[in-house]
């Protein structure tokens, strides 16, 4: 088959192409469009050929993101039970700047005067203390009259939904009733979990989306219809997995970090071809830098995830943290004179100063052009000229303010950003209990070689994996990416009270609603299940994560799941309680298709020819001569001693004095610190 998958950043949209009979893959890259995201689609297959072969096409967007963080959606009407209407913006004991006393809380994604309170309610157990009668739902519908011919959307969310739905359902088809034009997010087919805070912002946000999500698959359904690729296009799901068209406008929140979910794919792909099996992940892009992980060879998962502070959103995803350190994130200095580097980003438009789009704010990107580390004249392979002379002034302008010189200032910036980085990598290691030294550093994204080396030294790390096309690679994680299917589900058991027959027929069922679904949207005959429960010791608030076995839950395969969850808590804290009572919250199950991993060659094309040299800084005492090299003059198992700067299309990658790089015979690049 030909599979396309296509990567929407903020900066710049990316293409590959896997054609796996072939063995071959072809590669695109041009500027994102974020208020058309069609025409960067369209332009980008122009430069494509054989889209007329394509098979499937998978894409990865930010539509949702951005749509949650610019606050760009409809109007949000917000159902639940009466008394019970100011969970949302109470939320969590919790401040982003716990120093700042100025600090205000984001508002939810809604208005208080839009909230609506309805009779009814279920205990704890799903049992029913209050009805909700006709005679209430009239009253609902009444309100609701009040807001006919609005541009809205409806999140309904009540307590203990997760175990019984029905007055949930009851709601919802009064508000199709009373509104049938509005879209209507139900919590507990978004979110079947306990934490109503957590599930009524999860119900918020898929119904905050829901239509920005429908009109951008209508629009990119179109552009591709008239180009010819139309054929099996999917959208890249948060979990890592794809799914179709139709399913995504119905569960639009399963895209609010499709766009980070195809690097961590593409970070596992090469970091296990490297023949590495555990790694941090880091893809820096044009306008943020996302930090993943892979373990025993396999990325990571998490069931929640925060799109912006205050808005938590509870569904299966991969693990990935972002924070605003991107090519484009602007260096700013203030009021007591401190220097800061982003998370404010220049993104493609105006873009940094180098770009002679009319920014004015000097960036990562500029910094690295002025230090010498990107060529003016290669940038995108030659496709872009960088104005140099723009750069230097900004950075001196920058500089002067501080007492530096515009090389010193530069060095600044980006040892911040690498500070930064480097801090979101050592807190996803203590969190889980790791040492950042057992692991190498894979590092892809336009700017991610750019600093892999610098991130590496921080941590301790003496491995720094490139993979081919590094600015590519989230494209690519698209084009391998499964068809997935996540079920989770809140189920609540002590071990002194373990009902295994019962969580068995949950589990099961849950097996067979999450095969149903996949089977429903690709043609698989064996998919691949996973299971797992969120397990905790009693009185604890948070759980650990332990594989279930999926072929039914036994005596001895609870035996087994109480000793993998005392290793995991002793793993990760530092201590277990043997004969402490444990309980299990929820339960959870993936159910995929596995797809073969693509043979193909990722040779660098021949685009540049010949070893030059140029002055790059690389500490704050004085250029060196440094050996610029393409990468497709890089031979298997050679090794290249730094100072080197490698050039690519997509990428520049930085080798440092003292260290070493090398390339393997599928072409990844992998540099030794220290040599």
Same mark, same amino acid.
């Given at each position: ?20 009979? %072939? ?105 029913? *203390? ?8 009239? +009253? ?249 002379? +723009? ?26 950003? !690498? ?41 301790? *790390? ?21 068809? %997935? ?47 797992? +429960? ?33 290793? +995991? ?69 050679? %090794? ?8 690519? *299309? ?13 390339? !393997? ?11």
């Amino acid at each position: 088959s030909v599979v396309l998958g296509i990567d929407t950043g903020g900066t710049f949209t990316d293409f590959v192409l896997v054609d796996y009979a %072939r063995g071959t893959i072809s590669t695109a890259k041009v500027s994102s469009n974020p208020k058309n995201p069609a025409a960067a689609l369209m332009a980008g297959l122009e430069q494509l050929d054989g889209v007329d072969r394509i098979d499937r096409i998978i894409v990865g967007t930010t539509v949702a993101t951005n749509a949650v963080i610019e606050r760009q959606g409809p109007r949000v009407l917000y159902i639940t039970n009466g008394g019970f209407e100011d969970v949302p913006f109470i939320g969590r004991l919790d401040k982003e700047r716990i120093y700042d006393l100025n600090w205000r809380k984001p508002k939810p994604l809604m208005r208080r005067r839009d909230t609506l309170g309805v009779a009814g309610r279920f205990d704890c157990h799903g049992n029913e *203390m209050a009805p909700l009668t006709e005679e209430d739902l009239d +009253a609902l519908r009444q309100r609701l009259a009040a807001y006919a011919g609005q541009d809205v959307a409806v999140a309904i969310c009540c307590l203990f939904s997760y175990l019984n739905g029905t007055h949930e359902q009851r709601v919802a088809e009064a508000v199709r009733a009373a509104l049938p034009d509005a879209d209507v997010s139900v919590s507990h087919e978004v979110s079947s979990v306990w934490r109503e805070y957590e599930r009524a912002s999860t119900t918020i946000a898929d119904a905050f989306v829901k239509p920005v999500v429908s009109g951008y698959v209508e629009s990119v359904g179109r552009a591709l219809a008239e180009s010819g690729a139309a054929r099996h296009w999917n959208l890249l799901a948060s979990n890592g997995g794809y799914l179709s068209a139709a399913r995504a406008t119905r569960s639009p929140a399963q895209l609010l970090i499709s766009g980070l979910a195809g690097g961590v794919i593409g970070g596992r792909h090469f970091t296990e071809l490297a023949g590495h099996e555990g790694a941090f992940i880091l893809d820096m892009g044009g306008t943020s830098a996302d930090i993943g992980l892979v373990i025993a060879g396999k990325h990571q998962y998490d069931s929640e995830f925060t799109i912006d502070f205050g808005i938590p959103v509870t569904i299966p995803c991969v693990a990935v943290q972002t924070i605003g350190a991107g090519g484009g994130s602007i260096g700013w200095i203030d009021k007591g004179g401190l220097l800061h580097v982003g998370p404010r980003s220049a993104g493609a438009d105006p873009g940094p100063v180098a770009y002679g789009r009319g920014g004015t704010e000097p960036t990562i990107t500029d910094a690295n052009l002025v230090l010498g580390r990107l060529d003016p004249e290669y940038f995108l392979g030659g496709g872009m000229t960088l104005d140099l002379a +723009a750069a230097h002034a900004a950075l001196e302008a920058l500089g002067t303010r501080l007492g530096l010189t515009a090389e010193r200032a530069a060095l600044a910036m980006l040892q911040i950003a !690498d500070e930064n980085m480097a801090n979101a990598i050592r807190l996803i290691a203590v969190a889980r209990g790791l040492d950042t030294r057992d692991f190498a550093l894979i590092a892809f994204g336009g700017a991610g070689p750019v600093h892999g080396r610098a991130v590496a030294e921080r941590l301790g *790390m003496s491995t720094v994996i490139v993979p081919p096309h590094p600015g590519l690679c989230s494209a690519f994680g698209a084009a391998i990416a499964e068809a %997935r299917v996540d079920r989770l589900q809140t189920y609540f058991m002590h071990s002194g009270e373990a009902n295994l027959k019962a969580l068995d027929e949950t589990l099961q069922a849950l097996i067979a609603s999450a095969v149903d679904d996949l089977r429903s949207s690709v043609d698989v005959a064996e998919p691949e299940i996973r299971c797992s +429960a969120d397990m905790r010791y009693a009185g604890q608030n948070y759980e650990i994560e332990v594989p279930l076995l999926e072929k039914g839950v036994t005596d001895v395969g609870w035996a087994e799941t109480m000793d993998r969850f005392a290793e +995991a808590h002793a793993k990760l804290y530092g201590f277990s309680l043997p004969g402490e009572p444990v309980e299990l919250i929820n339960v959870k199950v993936a159910a995929t298709k596995p797809e073969p991993r693509p043979s193909v060659s990722f040779a660098a094309k021949p685009d540049r020819s010949g070893v030059r040299t140029r002055k790059v800084w690389f500490d704050d005492r004085q250029p060196i001569d440094t050996s610029i090299v393409p990468r497709s003059e890089l031979i298997a198992d050679n %090794r290249l001693p730094g100072p080197a700067i490698i050039e690519e *299309m997509d990428s520049t990658t930085v080798v440092f004095p003292g260290d070493e790089i090398r390339s !393997d015979a599928a072409g990844i690049m992998i540099m030794t610190l220290g040599g």
